[in-house]
Nanobody, 130 residues
Framework: DGQLVESGGGLVQPGGSLRLSCVAS????????MTWVRQAPGKGLEWVSS????????TYADSLEGRFTISRDNAKNTLYLQLNNLKPEDTAMYYC???????????????????????WGQGTQVTVSS
């Protein structure tokens, strides 16, 4: 079955940057839309960004204010999330998942047609603190 492994999280000061990676295996990554979701301490899942299979179509949560960039390298089976100008409110566990997720509700994330991810990573922790 498919697996996703996130990495790249860490502790950074406000205004700093991180680049998260998600390495996929066990499924056809190049044919799958992908998503980043995050969960802040004590809060529910929040959809962050999605990208189409070819890497030329991306969507973002409005709340990010243009600070994040999603990308992928299909030759490396890897999804990325560039986090810039980080704020304390960005502190969360960041997860990757397959499918073009549009929203999360009640602890479950969905595509626009109601499908749910098949695969989730274990998450990578991003902590933004001075």
């Amino acid at each position: 079955d498919g697996q996703l492994v996130e990495s790249g999280g860490g502790l950074v000061q406000p205004g700093g940057s991180l680049r998260l990676s998600c390495v996929a295996s066990g499924f056809t990554f190049s044919g799958s839309a992908m998503t980043w979701v995050r969960q802040a301490p004590g809060k529910g899942l929040e959809w962050v960004s999605s990208i189409n299979s070819g890497g030329d179509g991306a969507t973002y949560a409005d709340s990010l204010e243009g600070r994040f960039t999603i990308s992928r390298d299909n030759a490396k089976n890897t999804l990325y999330l560039q986090l810039n100008n980080l704020k304390p409110e960005d502190t969360a566990m960041y997860y990757c998942a397959n499918r073009k997720i549009r929203y999360c509700r009640g602890g479950v994330c969905y595509t626009g047609s109601g499908d749910r991810p098949d695969y989730w990573g274990q998450g990578t922790q991003v902590t933004v603190s001075s």
